[in-house]
Nanobody, 123 residues
Framework: QVQVVESGGGLVQAGGSLRLSCAAS????????VGWFRRAPGKEREFVAA????????SYTDSVQGRFTISRDNAKNTAYLQMNSLKPEDTAVYYC????????????????WGQGTQVTVSS
Protein backbone atom coordinates (compact mmCIF):
# COMPACT_ATOMS: atom_id res chain seq x y z
CA GLN A 1 0.00 0.00 0.00
CA VAL A 2 1.37 3.37 -1.03
CA GLN A 3 1.53 6.07 1.59
CA VAL A 4 2.80 9.62 1.33
CA VAL A 5 3.00 11.44 4.64
CA GLU A 6 3.85 15.08 5.18
CA SER A 7 5.17 16.44 8.44
CA GLY A 8 6.84 19.55 9.82
CA GLY A 9 4.00 22.01 9.61
CA GLY A 10 3.10 24.33 12.42
CA LEU A 11 2.66 27.91 13.57
CA VAL A 12 5.47 30.36 12.89
CA GLN A 13 5.85 34.11 12.94
CA ALA A 14 6.36 36.07 9.76
CA GLY A 15 9.99 35.96 8.74
CA GLY A 16 10.49 32.56 10.31
CA SER A 17 11.31 29.21 8.77
CA LEU A 18 9.91 25.71 8.60
CA ARG A 19 11.06 22.53 6.91
CA LEU A 20 8.42 20.16 5.64
CA SER A 21 9.16 16.51 5.07
CA CYS A 22 7.48 14.07 2.72
CA ALA A 23 8.04 10.42 3.56
CA ALA A 24 6.92 7.73 1.17
CA SER A 25 6.27 4.06 1.76
CA UNK A 26 5.11 1.38 -0.62
CA UNK A 27 6.84 3.10 -3.51
CA UNK A 28 10.40 3.90 -4.51
CA UNK A 29 10.41 7.67 -4.40
CA UNK A 30 13.46 7.91 -6.65
CA UNK A 31 11.27 6.68 -9.50
CA UNK A 32 9.01 9.71 -9.18
CA UNK A 33 9.08 13.44 -9.55
CA VAL A 34 8.06 15.07 -6.28
CA GLY A 35 5.94 18.16 -6.11
CA TRP A 36 4.65 20.36 -3.32
CA PHE A 37 1.28 22.05 -3.55
CA ARG A 38 -0.69 24.17 -1.12
CA ARG A 39 -4.26 25.20 -0.49
CA ALA A 40 -4.86 28.47 1.29
CA PRO A 41 -8.17 29.15 3.03
CA GLY A 42 -10.85 29.86 0.48
CA LYS A 43 -8.58 29.22 -2.48
CA GLU A 44 -7.87 26.41 -4.88
CA ARG A 45 -4.86 24.19 -4.44
CA GLU A 46 -1.82 25.59 -6.24
CA PHE A 47 1.56 24.35 -7.33
CA VAL A 48 4.50 25.39 -5.16
CA ALA A 49 7.60 23.49 -6.28
CA ALA A 50 8.83 20.35 -7.99
CA UNK A 51 12.04 18.37 -8.24
CA UNK A 52 13.19 15.79 -10.75
CA UNK A 53 13.79 12.16 -9.87
CA UNK A 54 17.49 12.58 -9.17
CA UNK A 55 17.17 16.09 -7.85
CA UNK A 56 19.13 17.94 -10.52
CA UNK A 57 16.36 20.26 -11.62
CA UNK A 58 13.82 22.19 -9.59
CA SER A 59 11.03 24.62 -10.33
CA TYR A 60 9.06 27.04 -8.19
CA THR A 61 6.04 29.22 -8.43
CA ASP A 62 7.00 32.87 -8.59
CA SER A 63 5.68 33.78 -5.15
CA VAL A 64 8.11 31.42 -3.36
CA GLN A 65 11.14 31.71 -5.64
CA GLY A 66 14.19 32.59 -3.58
CA ARG A 67 12.49 31.77 -0.28
CA PHE A 68 11.61 28.07 -0.59
CA THR A 69 13.92 25.22 -1.51
CA ILE A 70 12.79 21.76 -2.55
CA SER A 71 15.16 18.85 -2.10
CA ARG A 72 15.14 15.10 -1.76
CA ASP A 73 17.08 12.27 -0.18
CA ASN A 74 16.30 9.18 -2.21
CA ALA A 75 18.25 6.98 0.19
CA LYS A 76 15.69 7.92 2.83
CA ASN A 77 12.75 7.85 0.42
CA THR A 78 11.99 11.37 1.56
CA ALA A 79 11.62 14.82 0.07
CA TYR A 80 11.71 18.20 1.75
CA LEU A 81 10.51 21.76 1.40
CA GLN A 82 12.61 24.31 3.25
CA MET A 83 10.58 27.47 3.71
CA ASN A 84 12.36 30.66 4.76
CA SER A 85 11.21 34.26 5.15
CA LEU A 86 7.67 33.06 5.60
CA LYS A 87 4.82 35.46 5.03
CA PRO A 88 1.23 35.38 6.26
CA GLU A 89 0.13 34.68 2.69
CA ASP A 90 2.06 31.39 2.85
CA THR A 91 -0.53 30.12 5.32
CA ALA A 92 -2.03 26.97 3.80
CA VAL A 93 -2.25 23.23 3.94
CA TYR A 94 0.82 21.89 2.15
CA TYR A 95 0.65 18.69 0.17
CA CYS A 96 3.35 16.44 -1.19
CA UNK A 97 2.70 14.51 -4.39
CA UNK A 98 4.51 12.13 -6.71
CA UNK A 99 4.41 12.13 -10.51
CA UNK A 100 5.86 10.00 -13.26
CA UNK A 101 7.16 12.89 -15.33
CA UNK A 102 8.68 16.29 -14.66
CA UNK A 103 7.48 19.47 -16.19
CA UNK A 104 3.90 19.86 -15.14
CA UNK A 105 2.36 21.91 -12.39
CA UNK A 106 -1.04 20.36 -12.93
CA UNK A 107 -2.53 18.34 -10.12
CA UNK A 108 -3.86 15.75 -12.53
CA UNK A 109 -0.32 14.76 -13.49
CA UNK A 110 0.48 13.72 -9.94
CA UNK A 111 -0.51 10.20 -8.97
CA UNK A 112 0.13 9.86 -5.26
CA TRP A 113 -0.80 12.44 -2.65
CA GLY A 114 -0.36 12.93 1.04
CA GLN A 115 -3.02 14.21 3.40
CA GLY A 116 -1.32 17.54 3.93
CA THR A 117 0.25 19.44 6.78
CA GLN A 118 -0.94 22.81 8.06
CA VAL A 119 1.38 25.80 7.94
CA THR A 120 0.21 28.96 9.66
CA VAL A 121 2.23 32.16 9.50
CA SER A 122 1.26 34.89 11.93
CA SER A 123 1.89 38.57 11.26
Amino acid sequence: QVQVVESGGGLVQAGGSLRLSCAASGLILSQYVVGWFRRAPGKEREFVAAITKVGLTTSYTDSVQGRFTISRDNAKNTAYLQMNSLKPEDTAVYYCAAADRYGSSAEDDYTYWGQGTQVTVSS
